[in-house]
């Protein structure tokens, strides 16, 4: 069944590619794999990634290229020794891992004790075998660290409270890329002498940690003491935006994972306040991120209701000259990607579209697979994104599903790529326009053929139209 992270290994032109062949993948729940990991006392691999990110570009002369995870050492070893579990952030179970551990490079491989702490870490896809090997080793090591993490999680379940061994234990959280909880920190500030939030480097470490909105680490590191002002002038601005995008973000996490909408509010008004110079940005991040929480805890009423308002008022008012410079730049990558120059894999900083594809704010980066360049990134790509995820809440109601069509149509005339054609193709499936839907799915297959990837979910698809089995 198509969903939004197919669209980028197809708006990526992903190729098929070998990719941890042999590998003994667990079926059970990541929960069962756990609880399998702690009887066998074998260590966890968690390969978190998004269709197309474990895609090797071919060799020069045009031939498959290999990942080293398929080299039969790596294979060999992970088979013995670990439970491996591959997961498509796409997924429940991978959407929350990758929240949790605040992924943001795929693939990623997440090496877990068997008591469920993460080891160690990293991401990406390599063709030599000695990368992988590499990777086992620095989990050895990691396991054999005294103080590893495992270390810390268990003495702070015995109670172990003081400041110091609560300072590493927050580092030793952010080095794996973990979230903070807001009990963790806030059991390191209740700590801390109200004057240590006079001093610079406190305050900034309890920032750099990501408070969230409303906390008593929030409020003391925001008292109006001129401290956070002071550190806001001389701190580099990737350093604020990366202190401010973490407070959002741990805020939302909070807010979706207690389900609550005046946190989630809260959130989203600190991140309209970042924007302190560009009311309209600023009045967006407001209703981006209410979207995100509303999508997240399944509140399908109030999401379709702000989805409605919100693609219509930034996506579908762009101004002609802007419509006609994004129409020239898809035409010239569509040129390009026709003359078929060589594919490349990268990492590539991640769009907006992506972080709306991963409901997560905190993606950074995405390893692609392209031929010749990527789409450019802008409103087009948005609104099928929109226009999918109104698809996507099962929604019956037919104002929302022709105001979807309409963003739909609006990126078909703009960019005629088959992932667009083939949300179009659902959403008139769903009004009951059953013809029309199968012909414009039968475009998105004509046009996957140009686009040199695989057509075969759109004629799957297509299958269950001509069924009226979708």
Do not use: C
Not at 314 to 339: E, G, I, L
């Amino acid at each position: 069944m198509k969903n939004v992270l197919l669209l980028l290994a197809l708006l990526l032109g992903a190729r098929t590619a070998s990719y941890g062949q042999g590998l003994r993948l667990e079926k059970d729940s990541l929960r069962q794999v756990f609880a399998k990991a702690q009887q066998q006392s074998k260590p966890v691999l968690v390969i978190l990634t998004v269709p197309g990110a474990e895609n090797m570009p071919p060799k020069p002369n045009g031939a498959p290229n290999k990942s080293g995870l398929d080299a039969p050492a790596v294979v060999a070893e992970l088979n013995r020794a670990f439970l491996t579990k591959k997961l498509l952030i796409s997924s429940a179970e991978g959407t929350a891992l990758g929240r949790k551990y605040t992924v943001t490079r795929y693939p990623a491989y997440l090496y877990f004790n068997p008591d469920g702490s993460l080891l160690y870490r990293s991401a990406g896809n390599y063709t030599t075998e000695a990368h992988y090997t590499k990777d086992l080793q620095n989990f050895r090591q990691a396991q054999a660290d005294p103080h590893n993490l495992s270390y810390y999680q268990a003495e702070y379940q015995k109670g172990n409270r003081a400041v110091d061994f609560l300072s590493h234990y927050l580092r030793k959280r952010r080095e794996l890329g973990q979230l903070i909880g807001p009990e963790l920190l806030e059991a390191y500030v209740g700590q801390l002498p109200v004057k240590a939030f006079k001093n610079g480097a406190e305050v900034q470490f309890v920032l750099e940690n990501g408070p969230v909105v409303g906390s008593q680490a929030y409020q003391l590191t925001h008292s109006g003491n001129g401290v956070t002002d002071s550190l806001y002038k001389v701190l580099p601005l990737a350093q604020r935006v990366a202190i401010n995008n973490l407070i959002i973000s741990n805020t939302m996490a909070q807010a979706i994972a207690t389900k609550n909408q005046s946190l989630a509010m809260q959130g989203a008004s600190f991140a309209r306040t970042t924007w302190t110079a560009n009311y309209q940005r600023g009045a967006r991040a407001y209703d981006s991120n209410m979207l995100t929480f509303y999508q997240s805890t399944q509140d399908t009423t109030s999401y379709l209701r702000q989805a409605a308002l919100f693609y219509e008022r930034y996506y579908m008012q762009v101004p002609a000259d802007s419509v006609a410079r994004v129409r020239a730049a898809v035409q010239a990558f569509r040129q390009r990607q026709a003359a078929g120059l060589p594919a490349s894999s990268q990492y590539r900083p991640a769009t907006a579209a992506d972080k709306t594809w991963f409901s997560d704010p905190r993606v950074t980066q995405v390893m692609t697979t392209s031929r010749a360049s990527n789409p450019p990134a802008s409103f087009v790509t948005e609104l099928n994104n929109g226009a999918w995820a109104i698809y996507q809440t099962g929604t019956h109601n037919r104002e929302y599903l022709l105001r979807a069509t309409l963003w739909s149509k609006r990126a078909v005339e703009l960019d005629p790529a088959s992932y667009n054609y083939d949300t179009l193709a659902h959403l008139l499936y769903r009004l009951q326009f059953y013809e029309e839907a199968e012909a414009k799915q039968q475009q998105a297959i004509e046009h996957a053929r140009q686009e040199k990837t695989s057509a075969r979910t759109y004629e799957q698809e297509l299958e269950k139209m001509k069924k009226r089995q979708l």
